[in-house]
């Protein structure tokens, strides 16, 4: 990985992510806007490190070396434009770790410009949004003339300083679903229903996740939605938000929570990481006939995961050349739907087979592995 740079390194994700490319023998380029930070991380991992910003200098002009830049500078929202106009001109593959909805279809509108230079754009290559794409894919490939598809997600683990900043940034803006092919805005938290996480029934809201645009891509189905696992007083506080927006917007109330994420946050502790989890459910429905088919997908910690996850997508994009196809790429496109159980940890277990009018599965779920 001596042709990979990772922009943003030096936040909570962006270390586990170098950690883990230098311990499987890379000599990866450390960069990002904090001179300081990044001098203090290559020293600590023996490696090179390079300072720029994104805003004020000339990113193509530090990537012209590189095969391919992963950014785990977040929000993305404010990093992968910049970045990925600045691979299309060096002709550099690009990855990040994004969940950002907004992120995803921004990359997903310079499908052609990619293709045109050559370059691979593939955003999302964490827990966001490895394990939910790949299975999506799967129960396209189970059902596959199903038209509608709905994911689930509950995890129960700390957030970094990188994601509550992210959530900052998103607070008071509604929710989106994708319906027919087109997205669509919703208030926060629009929609409830009862999810089988594995033990039993438990209460979910609709969340604005990557996948209402990464699952279209994946699996050409054109209507999708995306639940937490949450308890149910939590959705009407969920609800009020949207109507704190006008406050939420304000620069100094923003300004102020971040800084208080700053004093407050860096991310799960090693004990954590080791000892998190998640699960992901996910359902795809043919409404011509009701069929239905059902999956579940248990990973590591989300932070974990999105270490390994994000070294592995870099590598097979570095050693894969012009396998991996350019242009805009989900995981599942470009690695296939296998690729989130190569990962460690992981296991899937698949329901094929209709669910009664209740919503109860009734069939034994048998483990794939």
């Not at 991310?267 to 990481?273: A, H, I, S, V, Y």
């Amino acid at each position: 990985m001596d042709s990979l740079l990772i922009y943003g390194s030096y936040g909570y994700t962006g270390r586990l992510i170098a950690r883990e490319a230098v311990a499987r023998g890379g000599s990866p380029v450390v960069a990002g806007r904090d001179g300081r930070a990044v001098a203090e991380q290559s020293d600590e991992l023996g490696v090179e490190g390079r300072t720029f910003d994104l805003e004020s200098g000339d990113p193509a002009a530090h990537l012209g070396s590189f095969d391919a830049v992963l950014n785990c500078a977040g929000p993305f929202v404010d990093t992968a434009e910049a970045l990925v106009s600045a691979c299309l001109e060096t002709n550099t593959d690009y990855l990040d770790i994004t969940g950002e909805f907004s992120v995803f279809e921004c990359l997903r509108q310079r499908d052609a410009p990619a293709r045109d230079a050559g370059c691979t754009l593939l955003p999302g290559v964490g827990f966001d949004v490895v394990p939910s794409d790949c299975l999506a894919a799967v129960l396209a490939e189970q059902l596959p003339e199903a038209d509608e598809l709905r994911l689930g997600i509950k995890g129960a683990s700390g957030l970094s300083r990188g994601t509550a900043k992210t959530l900052v940034e998103h607070l008071g803006n509604g929710g989106v679903v994708r319906r027919n092919g087109r997205l669509i805005q919703v208030p926060t938290a629009f929609r409830t229903r009862e999810i089988d996480f594995g033990d039993g029934p438990e209460h979910a809201v609709t969340i604005p996740w990557g996948d209402v645009v990464t699952a279209a891509h994946t699996t050409g189905i054109e209507s999708i939605e995306v639940y937490a696992a949450a308890p149910s007083w939590a959705t009407r506080g969920l609800s009020a938000v949207d109507s704190l927006g006008w406050l939420l917007e304000r620069r100094r109330v923003e300004g102020l929570l971040k800084r208080l994420i700053d004093a407050r946050l860096d991310g799960p502790d090693e004990q954590q990481l080791a000892a998190g989890s998640a699960v992901v459910w996910g359902e795809v429905t043919d409404t011509s006939t009701g069929r239905r088919a059902r999956a579940r997908l248990r990973t590591p910690n989300p932070y974990a995961l999105t270490a390994e996850s994000a070294v592995t997508a870099a590598e097979r994009v570095l050693e894969g050349g012009k396998r991996i196809p350019a242009g805009f790429q989900t995981p599942a496109s470009a690695f296939g739907s296998e690729f989130a159980l190569e990962l460690s940890g992981t296991e899937r277990e698949l329901v094929d087979a209709p669910t009664t009018s209740d919503g109860a599965d009734r069939t034994a779920v048998e483990p794939e592995r």
